[in-house]
């Protein structure tokens, strides 16, 4: 089986690539920007007419998507991974080659859920930001191509190369650097947040059984559990050897304040004392404002994740401790 993966060298793509090139099956050729790819092209440029060529030439069973932007303005966004998207369907209805396409799409579609609940493939998509906007377009043009497609929604990848700029990427680099310094404790902000961790090597798993499978339309990748951002950075102290405190700067609106600054926290026990007649104004003041999610998806999101078992015969391997000790041990050896 000849597959064409795009994005190859992106944090998703470097595992899926290790993954196909484990089958002896698949015979691998790597399309993307950077100069170690097989072929050089530019999705977001580049014309589907230039692709259509390409495909008819080294005519690929199974093409994998796993190129696109998390970060930057909306127009940005758009064009890695709306335009992209647009321009890979356009050439595979073009081509002769009749390839199936696995589009990876993101939780981020799915917008916020009700705590508690699991959200399934069924779900009205209500993207809170222009990311998770411009993945629904793209998820939404593979559905309407007509093609043979399938497009796994990954919730929250974790594990060996975690991104710096994600949030366990960043909790790992704050305990690495209190560390470092030898603090005895590490002020964090938005432990509130839970979220389904599902190792990046378990989305490789999930991308292989999908480029065999018949499976359509939309299925969920996740563990089907959501982890509380703060049991996480307990999982993760534990595992560093970190023996500080962890404080939690501020957290989500009808949140515990019991982690709160302690600013904060004094003011409300100061306007919350029988001598104190505070105004509204004051009381306004001295809330801590809702937490900011940069994923748009806010305090809660969980997997339904009976698709992919029925449909893949995929489940989770990793648990999050260990996704987390593979974390860790990178974010050690910079110490």
């Known amino acids: 089986m000849r597959v064409l993966l795009i994005g190859a060298n992106g944090y998703l793509g470097r595992y899926v690539a290790d993954r196909l090139l484990a089958d002896p099956a698949v015979q691998l050729t790597a399309l993307g920007r950077g100069d170690d790819a097989d072929v050089r092209f530019d999705l977001a440029t580049g014309s589907p007419g230039a692709l259509t060529r390409f495909l008819d030439a080294v005519h690929p069973g199974v093409v994998v998507n796993c190129a696109g932007a998390t970060r930057g303005g909306a127009r940005e966004l758009t064009r890695h991974n709306t335009v992209a998207v647009a321009t890979i369907c356009e050439s595979l209805r073009r081509s002769g080659c009749g390839a199936r396409l696995v589009q990876l799409g993101c939780a981020a579609e799915y917008g916020p859920s009700q705590p508690g609940s699991s959200t399934a493939e069924d779900a009205v998509p209500r993207p809170g930001g222009p990311y998770g906007v411009s993945k629904l377009a793209a998820t ?57 961790f599902v190792d990046v090597r378990d989305v490789a798993r999930a991308v292989h059984a999908a480029s065999l499978s018949a499976a359509q339309g939309v299925v969920n ?80 999101q969980q997997a339904d994740v009976r698709t992919a078992r029925d449909r893949l015969g995929w489940r989770p391997r990793i648990n999050l401790e260990e996704s987390l000790a593979d974390i860790w041990m990178e974010a050690a050896c910079r110490i």
């Not at 990427?169 to 964090?188: C, I, S, V």
């Not at 993760?236 to 405190?245: K, P, W």
């Open 140 to 196: 939404e043009l593979v559905l309407g191509s007509g093609l043979d497609a399938v497009v796994l929604r990954v919730f929250s990848p974790v594990g060996p190369g975690t991104p710096a700029g994600s949030p366990l990427g960043r909790l790992a680099e704050a305990m690495r650097r209190a560390m470092q310094a030898g603090d005895g404790e590490l002020k964090l902000s938005g432990l509130g947040v839970q979220r389904d």
């Open 221 to 300: 990748i996740g563990t089907g559990r959501a982890v509380r951002l703060r049991d996480a950075a307990a999982v993760l102290a534990r595992v560093a050897g970190y023996g500080g405190a962890l404080h939690e700067l501020d957290v989500p609106q009808g949140g515990s304040q019991q982690h709160a600054h302690p600013g904060r926290s004094a003011g409300l026990a100061a306007i919350g004392s029988p001598r104190s007649e505070a105004t509204p104004e004051q009381l306004a003041a001295a809330m801590p404002p809702p937490y900011p999610y940069p994923d748009g998806c806010g305090g809660w």
